[in-house]
């Protein structure tokens, strides 16, 4: 069985900076083509992509936070780390992780998000 | 990199069919063939209803179908169930192994 954890609800002060682990099971990230991203959903909004490394430690952010993230995995613990430096209150939602396969080497894989985290509450506020 | 864009809000009634576009551009849903799409209920994760434009994962029912012209992406539900009624969000890679998603469609079965 495959699954993500994040961490329970999390309050943060403005300026300070956000970490949220995600720790899986069932799949490891030292697998060709496997992946682990962080999304993000304020409060009745959609969802934004904010970050993904990949078995290789191939490391991606959204250009519009790419200043203030980190990403970082541990593999031997099955965790995915992501660091957000400077929090305001617009930055509180809730923030999912999720397991996605690219296609890589010609090997077809979903290109998708196919499991999920079922998200913590990260709120920012002094 | 900007949002794909997705109506506000849908609306059928129970049997009826419904399409949910999700319009890009070349970078991203026009330029790559991975395209996915999200079923959310209030208060839960997303679940993967739709990948590589129009394949579903094992356990989504066939009235889930998904397709691509250009740079529009579409869901369409047949035969929609009120357990259909949620939001629905569409995702393409946007090149360089990053992604990005659209700001969400409100399903409401009448």
């Known amino acids: 069985q495959i699954t993500l954890k994040e961490p329970g609800p999390t309050l943060v002060k403005p300026t300070q900076t956000l970490t949220l682990t995600c720790t899986f099971s069932?799949?490891?990230?030292?697998?060709?083509?496997?992946?682990v991203g962080w999304i993000r959903q304020h409060p009745e909004k959609a969802l934004e992509w904010l970050a993904v490394?990949?078995?290789?430690?191939?490391?991606r952010y959204s250009p519009s936070l790419k200043s203030r993230l980190t990403i970082t995995k541990d593999t031997s613990k099955n965790q995915v780390v992501l660091t957000m430096t400077d929090m305001d209150p617009v930055d509180t939602a809730t923030y999912f992780c999720?397991?996605?396969?690219?296609?890589?080497?010609?090997?077809?894989?979903?290109?998708?998000?196919?499991?999920w985290g079922q998200g913590t509450m990260v709120t920012v506020s002094s | 990199q900007s949002a794909l864009t997705q109506p506000h809000s849908v609306s059928g009634s129970p049997g009826q069919s419904v399409t949910l576009s999700c319009t890009g551009t070349r970078s991203d849903v026009g330029g790559y063939n991975y395209v996915s799409w999200y079923q959310q209920y209030p208060g839960k994760a997303p679940k993967l209803m739709i990948f590589?434009?129009?394949k579903r994962p094992s356990g989504v029912p066939d009235r889930f179908s998904g397709s691509k012209s250009g740079n529009t992406a579409s869901l369409t539900i047949s035969g929609l169930q009120l357990e259909d009624e949620a939001a629905y969000y569409c995702?393409?890679?946007?090149?360089?192994?990053?992604?990005?998603f659209g700001g969400g469609t409100k399903l409401t079965v009448l």
């Open positions: 999720a397991r996605i396969m690219i296609t890589y080497g010609g090997v077809l894989r979903l290109d998708a998000f196919d499991v």
């Open positions: 069932g799949f490891s990230l030292s697998s060709i083509g496997v992946g």
């Open positions: 590589d434009v129009s």
């Open positions: 490394i990949y078995w290789n430690d191939d490391k």
């Open positions: 995702c393409s890679y946007a090149g360089s192994y990053s992604w990005v």
